[in-house]
């Protein structure tokens, strides 16, 4: 009679291997392209950044700068900006991170832009020729009291006039859910910024301005 470890053993291995098989079978109906796990020197999640893409059919890849996404004390001694930025089969996502002690009030893009974007107290706006949406965050740092974290997302599929351009409620919807995403990230988990009450869960709130259409 067989060993029942070894009964054991094989069982086991069995299931490991139909359980591997099963994986790769499911990830060859959905795409071409194995997303990575982390993604943006492993500051975001790669499965919160690939709706953002327009294909998975193709090679990824990816520039990264290794300052990216920045901290309070890079940002305390020099303010410049940062990014990461990503593609596949040509199509590009990209984040960029900088802050500064002076940006334009809510007022001042509400009047200017053709977009808005709002999640609490972050703001900004959307760009629909670019596909950039950028937001605003309160982010005191040291005697900086006034210190602005901006971070600004940016997908093929939320650029009007792009051939991969998914519309309004898709593409920028998407784009919503990114910025939010990214926003309380790097705001939250990596600046820590004490903004007034912190940021809400959900996607950003993308509307119309009053600026030229």
């Known amino acids: 009679m067989p060993d029942k470890r ?11 291997i139909a359980g591997s098989v099963g994986w790769w079978l499911q990830r060859d109906e959905k795409d071409d392209v194995l997303m990575p796990r982390k993604v943006c020197n492993d500051v975001f999640s790669g499965g ?33 900006s940062t990014s990461c930025e ?7 996502v990209s984040f960029r991170v900088s802050n500064s002690s002076y940006v334009e009030p809510p007022e001042y893009f509400v009047k200017t832009s053709e ?10 706006y959307y760009r629909p020729r670019t596909g950039a949406l950028m937001t605003v965050a309160n982010c005191p740092i040291r005697d900086h009291k006034a210190n602005k974290l901006i971070i600004v997302t940016r997908a093929d ?6 051939d991969v351009y998914e519309g309004f409620d898709k593409g920028v919807g998407k784009l919503a859910e990114a910025s939010a995403y990214a926003t309380r990230t790097i705001a939250e988990k990596v600046y820590r910024c004490k903004g007034e009450g912190g940021i809400p869960d959900g996607p950003v709130q993308v509307k119309p301005g009053e600026g030229k259409k």
């Not at 950044?49 to 020099?78: I, W």
């Not at 990503?86 to 590009?92: A, K, N, P, Q, R």
């Not at 599929?157 to 792009?162: D, K, L, M, Y």
Request: proline residues 6%.
């Open 6 to 16: 070894i009964l054991a053993y094989c069982a086991a291995l069995l299931m490991v």
């Open 157 to 162: 599929i939320a650029e009007r006039g792009s």
């Open 48 to 80: 919160e950044v690939e709706p953002l893409f327009a294909s998975m059919d193709g090679e990824f890849d990816s520039s990264v700068k290794k300052s990216f996404p920045g901290s309070p004390e890079s940002a305390y001694r020099s303010p410049g």
């Open 86 to 92: 990503m593609s596949i089969d040509g199509h590009g």
């Open 115 to 124: 977009y808005i974007a709002e999640l609490g107290s972050v703001y900004g």
